[in-house]
């Protein structure tokens, strides 16, 4: 009702605000790694030798969307935030959290959330929450800022904006979020979280706005509700774009709840997204918890949404429980998406965990989905002993890769954590303890996992994350945010193996790490340190890396770092590193 309408939108702003105040970092230096293809594309470990400095250092930071991106396809172009672009560009004047854009390979950074027609003034307002497309050309972000188009008007929120590299300072942004009657008018409410197609031709995104989609002249209903929203830069302002979340009775009508997690598939056809609107597919019965549905932009108008996390006995019949985070492979056929249903796979024990599934537009609905976090010998299919979650998938679309605490999903085993009641050297009690009193068990291991689609069941998942069997058994390992190239063939991720030797007091536990995995590479070699210490090429940092990024063909590894030895001469808190 009227009442709800201010509340919900101001639910859209709190949240982007809160992606803001989740960004880690408060000051960076930005250092430029070149990690050269060798023969066979292996890679080169990240040594002095290989390090190419442009001398480059600022105050920023690195946040990874899941689902967006961040690095260029090659791996050239990085997208980050910064605050102090002062840094970063000659003669950059301006303040607050700004968008930028660097060149690997001559150096150059650019200031992205520019106002109009200038490349050194910074807009007036914060940006944020960048995706990139897959040469590095554009790169949609969401901003409060009001001077990024010449002539805008409107609200006073957070918009969606397209910045194009190529294009001259007067006309390199583009507003995404616009009213229909025109280009230069701002929705009448706040909009954000944008994803790009591969050629930055399409932006989908989220937004509480009621006068931005072509489909309908003026909203009612609906109002302050969070719709997913399709833009076409190559159409015309009023009909550029479409509401994904429609009902399907009427295109103007949009969903009868709240949507989030839109991400677009990257030949720009199809968008995934989650939400617990009952009115999306004709017919749909079942559970009213939220549920992922695929939206096709060549579909006719009222049949353009798909239930993805239906019943095995029938497409049209929601999932029994939270379905959510879904990924999308590049041609949009493939979905894969975490969940706590126990309807989706017919047959399927599920233990009651959530878990990772896939799902293909091409097959029949009985075999549309099929549990990815399963036990190699399965038969009816059964989930691990842990929940799962993290889930990416890569381009091609065979290979998904998830975090999870389950230890019956592969051949390896998974050992708990070796120092769980183990006294403490200092006093105070037991491991985990401030003081005296019952043991608290610290959280069980988590590990990384790559599932392959055309694997027998008995093999198709595989442990990423084993510790270094160099170092012995005394290991705990933590560890999660995976990524993958889109040929399946490398996984970054990030991680701590706690070695008991190490002497750290208690109860402090070693930096996490970020390291690159080599599915085609001999087990002994498949793992490299990429976070590792001027010291040596085995040797980890002496602080934090985190949030990793990887580009599409597996060539650079892009992440953000405390630590200052990783680099000669780094003065700063924190780092950029790619």
Not at 48 to 57: K, N
Not at 462 to 482: F, K, T
Request: a negative charge.
């Amino acid at each position: 009702d009227g009442h709800q309408a201010p509340e919900r939108a101001r639910q859209l702003r709190l949240g982007l605000r809160r992606r803001l105040a989740q960004l880690l970092l408060a000051g960076a230096t930005l250092f430029f790694c070149r990690v050269a293809p060798v023969a066979g594309d292996t890679l080169l470990a990240m040594s002095l030798a290989d390090r190419s400095f442009q001398g480059v250092s600022a105050s920023g930071d690195f946040e990874t969307t899941p689902g967006r991106r961040q690095l260029s396809d090659d791996g050239r172009w990085v997208v980050f935030q910064s605050q102090r672009g002062v840094l970063l560009v000659p003669g950059y004047s301006g303040a607050g959290e700004q968008l930028f854009l660097a060149d690997r390979l001559t150096g150059i950074v650019r200031l992205v959330s520019a106002a109009t027609g200038s490349t050194t003034q910074a807009a007036n307002g914060r940006s944020i929450l960048p995706a990139l497309n897959s040469d590095g050309r554009f790169v949609a972000f969401t901003s409060e800022s009001t001077d990024l188009v010449a002539g805008v008007s409107g609200e006073l929120a957070f918009n969606v904006y397209l910045w194009d590299r190529d294009a001259g300072p007067s006309s390199a942004t583009r507003l995404v979020s616009h009213r229909t009657s025109g280009s230069l008018e701002r929705g009448n409410d706040s909009s954000g979280d944008p994803d790009l197609s591969a050629d930055g031709r399409y932006v989908a995104f989220e937004s509480a706005a009621t006068d931005i989609s072509g489909d309908a002249a003026e909203e009612s209903s609906g109002v302050g509700t969070i719709q997913s929203y399709f833009w076409d830069g190559n159409a015309p302002p009023a009909e550029a774009t479409r509401r994904i979340s429609h009902s399907s009775s009427s295109a103007s009508s949009p969903a009868n709840d709240d949507v989030r997690n839109v991400v677009l598939s990257a030949n720009g056809r199809y968008a995934t997204y989650s939400t617990a609107a009952t009115d999306l597919v004709a017919g749909t019965s079942g559970e009213t918890e939220e549920n992922v549905y695929i939206w096709d932009r060549d579909a006719p108008a009222l049949a353009g949404n798909r239930l993805v996390s239906h019943d095995a006995g029938g497409a049209l019949v929601r999932g029994n429980r939270d379905s959510s985070e879904p990924r999308i492979s590049n041609d949009g056929r493939y979905l894969v998406f975490r969940s706590l249903a126990t309807n989706l796979v017919a047959g399927a024990e599920t233990n009651w965990r959530v878990n990772i599934y896939l799902w293909d537009r091409e097959a029949a609905a009985s075999e549309s989905i099929r549990l990815v976090s399963h036990t190699p010998l399965s038969s009816p299919p059964t989930g691990g002993d842990g929940d799962s979650f993290d889930n990416r998938i890569s381009g091609g679309g065979r290979f998904v890769t998830f975090t999870t605490s389950s230890t019956d999903l592969g051949p390896d085993p998974v050992r708990g954590l070796v120092h769980e009641f183990e006294p403490n050297p200092s006093g105070g009690g037991l491991y985990g303890l401030a003081g005296s009193g019952p043991p608290v068990p610290p959280p069980p291991p988590t590990n990384i996992y790559i599932w392959d689609r055309d694997a027998p069941t008995a093999t198709a998942n595989q442990r990423v994350s084993i510790p270094d069997e160099r170092e012995g058994d005394q290991h705990d390992v933590h560890a999660n945010e995976s990524v993958v190239s889109d040929d399946g063939r490398y996984v970054a991720y990030r991680s701590f193996t706690r070695d008991l030797t190490r002497g750290l007091p208690y109860p402090v536990l070693p930096p996490t790490d970020i390291f690159l995995w080599d599915r085609e590479a001999p087990r002994p070699s498949a793992h490299r340190l990429v976070s590792h210490s001027t010291e040596g090429l085995a040797v980890s940092s002496n602080a934090e890396a985190l949030q990793p990024a990887l580009s599409g063909d597996g060539s650079v590894v892009a992440f953000t770092s405390t630590a200052t030895d990783l680099v000669f001469g780094d003065l700063y808190f924190t780092d950029v590193f790619a």
